[in-house]
């Protein structure tokens, strides 16, 4: 890997050698060697990273393109809810004026739409680290309606939770699947106090270990 960096900062560029401090421009180019031609994870229109998942494009202006988990390490997944329907959440985060959005939607029926690539920086959590560390996943319905909260919607987020943690070797506890209400700084409650954690970790662990 120190070697691929090496010849990598060659081709980026000669600001390297000028920057003093090696550990630092290490750290730089850990995070851009995949923009340099060629190098990028090929793409295709329509592809998603969950199975079940169907595909809608969010705006671009509201996630960032990335490379993860090359350039930044996926540790956690952030369980949200819309405060409003389905279609509600896909057409804000279509819209480049929101400036947020996350992976995935999951709706009381258990359908599952992915807006954002997992490779990819989702503006979900309202904080630029754990944005750059983690999947967000909102839910379709409201934090003061628990009627809201659907078996099929449990189960359906909780196998995409466990694909998530599966992909990235995230352990499934309550230290790496956090409500957006735990995110430092955040004036968000979601999902607030129906969320039945004890549940939904369960239901984690039991996609996780069929998915084994
Ligand atoms: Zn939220």
Redesign the pocket.
Known sequence: MDRRIGRRALIVGGTVAAAGTVALARDELRRLWWRVPGVEKPRKEGEVDYRGAEWVAASPANWRRADRPEDYGIDMV??????GSFAGAVKVFQDPGHGAA?HYIVGKDGRVTQMIRELDVAY???NRAYNERSV?I?HEGFVDRPQDFTNAMYEASARLTAGVCARYGIPVDREHII???E?PG?D?T??GPHWDWDRYLGLVRRARTARA
């Not at 952030?78 to 405060?83: A, E, R």
């Open positions: 952030v369980i949200h809810v819309t405060q996350a979900h959590a309202g967000g909102e409500g957006h209400v995110v955040t968000h979601d999902p």
